[in-house]
């Protein structure tokens, strides 16, 4: 099994994550470096925004006797001109490498930093990349891997950091307004924030924030059936129907014959086999509005619905021409772009604990950083959804199938399958109930994350002044590139929206010290 170091890795390798909860795991888009030169308000020549920058940043913040360690960070400050705001994000969950553009106005970030005259941030989270207190990702390190521990970072930060740029020794908050942004887990973040440590950060603005910690989180795929072509849900729905049927029955046989359709007649466990299916599905995160029709879901769903250039209707082609359909992509494409030359059962296979990718604790491990807060804290097992509802997901899979992985990932912290404290994150961090003011949240209507966001449908939290929640026809995170508001004008609508609070929000600010 593949022990990937990043979980944005683009092409082949981003496919060839082997783990469902770590397939269809929140991400950040990346934006390239501009490639121009930055200078000051007043024509100074700026570092490269590539320029790393570290901070001393407490190991443990209910110990600060152990000690610190070094936390990187980027910044930019081409609009910056004294008295304007401070703007901070982490990308979350993933070295922070690659996000340097975010402190540029291709950016939301940016565009408020271009608008309020403020400088830009993007520091990496702890334990992700190479911002570790210790040199490994063993359970006992990563015990320090908490949402607390996180919150507490941001806070230490903004409260302590003497930025490189001219003044930037007095800018603290009470000195300048603070801003958090943040998209995905870190929109989350954001909001946790402001709820457990009121009055560091001015304001906040959250993008696909997932607020709620769920731990059967099958409404992930409800926006993704809601929203992907119609005769491609109907087939795919056929198929997982099929599957289903035949795990209920004991038609072990059958089972096999469906799996050597698709190429996967190896893979040992039918519920990995049900995980490979939704691999399909979870390339719909992967889409914004200027992904075009080429993209890997949509050469999925053309290879479902398309014969000899004919359509299939709303219904479909049905559940013989779907197998033989969904089969031979899997066997002509995606088994390559998902596997490369592995055989199926290493690839796929999830009971081998001897493989790599469960014992690897070296940093920079993205994946095994984010297993640790998904078994403990968050959740967000994305299963089969109840027998009441439509299923492009097989039922086979429930949160146990995930919760098994988390003792295969840490043995010496699970003896049996975890279950993670969702209630306590909700409770002690606000989940769907914040109520924070000048904090603004940005969600998007084809999102998969969207049911766990302050946007989720049955939830009618209101819009009001002091927490905005406006919602685009984007997917995940998508109002947090300017290139995304030039190709959809809803996108744009929230993008202008939460400008226009921020200027609100900034202009009642007043320094405390």
Not at 3 to 22: D, E, H, R, Y
Not at 57 to 79: A, S, V
Not at 87 to 95: A, D, R, Y
């Amino acid at each position: 099994m593949w022990a990937l170091t990043s979980l944005l890795l683009a092409g082949v390798a981003q496919a060839a994550i082997p783990n469902a909860m770590l397939r269809g795991m929140h991400s950040l888009p990346k934006l390239p470096v501009p490639e121009r030169f930055l200078t000051s308000s007043n024509g100074t020549a700026l570092p490269p925004i590539t320029t790393v920058y570290h901070f001393d940043q407490l190991i443990d913040h209910n110990n600060p006797d152990l000690g610190t360690f070094q936390q990187r960070y980027w910044m930019n400050w081409e609009f910056y001109e004294p008295g304007g705001p401070i703007i901070l994000m982490t990308p979350g969950e993933s070295n922070a490498d690659g996000f340097e553009g975010y402190t540029t106005n291709e950016s939301v970030n940016g565009l408020i930093a271009q608008q309020q005259n403020g400088a830009a941030i993007v520091i990496e989270h702890r334990f992700f990349g190479y911002s570790n207190p210790y040199d490994n990702l063993t359970s006992q390190s990563l015990a320090l891997l908490t949402i607390q521990q996180a919150i507490d970072d941001l806070v230490y930060f903004a409260t302590t950091a003497d930025l490189p740029m001219p003044g930037g020794d007095a800018v603290k908050p009470g000195q300048a307004p603070w801003i958090l942004i943040g998209g995905s887990y870190s929109g989350a973040l954001t909001s946790w924030t402001m709820v457990n440590k009121p009055g560091i950060f001015w304001a906040g603005y959250s993008s696909s924030g997932v607020v709620e910690a769920i731990t059967d989180y099958y409404d992930y795929f409800t926006p993704i059936r809601n929203h992907m072509p119609q005769n491609c849900s109907s087939d795919v729905e056929a198929v997982i129907f099929y599957l289903d049927y035949m795990y209920a029955v004991g038609d072990t046989a059958g089972i096999q014959t469906l799996k050597e359709a698709f190429g996967l007649g190896d893979v040992v466990r039918v519920e990995d086999f049900a995980t490979a299916l939704q691999d399909n599905l979870f390339d719909w995160q992967d889409l914004q509005p200027t992904v075009g029709p080429g993209s890997m879901f949509f050469q999925f769903c053309d290879a479902l619905e398309v014969k000899n250039g004919v359509s299939a209707g709303p219904e479909g082609w049905g559940l013989d021409n779907a197998i033989y359909s969904w089969g031979n992509f899997w066997n002509t494409t995606y088994y390559d772009y998902v596997c490369g030359s592995e055989d199926a059962e290493t690839c796929l296979g999830t009971y081998d604990t001897s493989q790599s990718y469960w014992t690897n604790a070296t940093v920079n491990n993205a994946n095994r950083s984010w297993f640790w807060i998904v078994c403990n804290q968050v959740g967000w097992y994305q299963v089969g959804p109840p027998e009441c509802e439509p299923a492009i997901v097989s039922r086979i899979l429930q949160p146990v199938y995930q919760q098994r992985q988390c003792v295969n990932m840490f043995p010496e912290a699970f003896t049996c399958p975890p279950e993670p404290t969702t209630e306590e994150t909700n409770a002690m961090y606000g989940g769907w109930d914040v109520s924070i003011p000048r904090l603004f949240f940005a969600n998007g209507l084809r999102d998969p994350w969207r049911e766990a966001t302050v946007s989720a449908d049955g939830l009618n939290k209101p819009n009001t002044t002091s927490r905005p929640i406006y919602e685009g026809d984007g997917f995940h995170c998508t109002d947090l590139l300017v290139q995304n508001a030039i190709a959809d004008p809803t996108v744009a609508a929230v993008q202008e929206a939460g400008l226009m609070y921020m200027k609100e929000w900034l202009a009642e600010w007043k320094p405390s010290a």
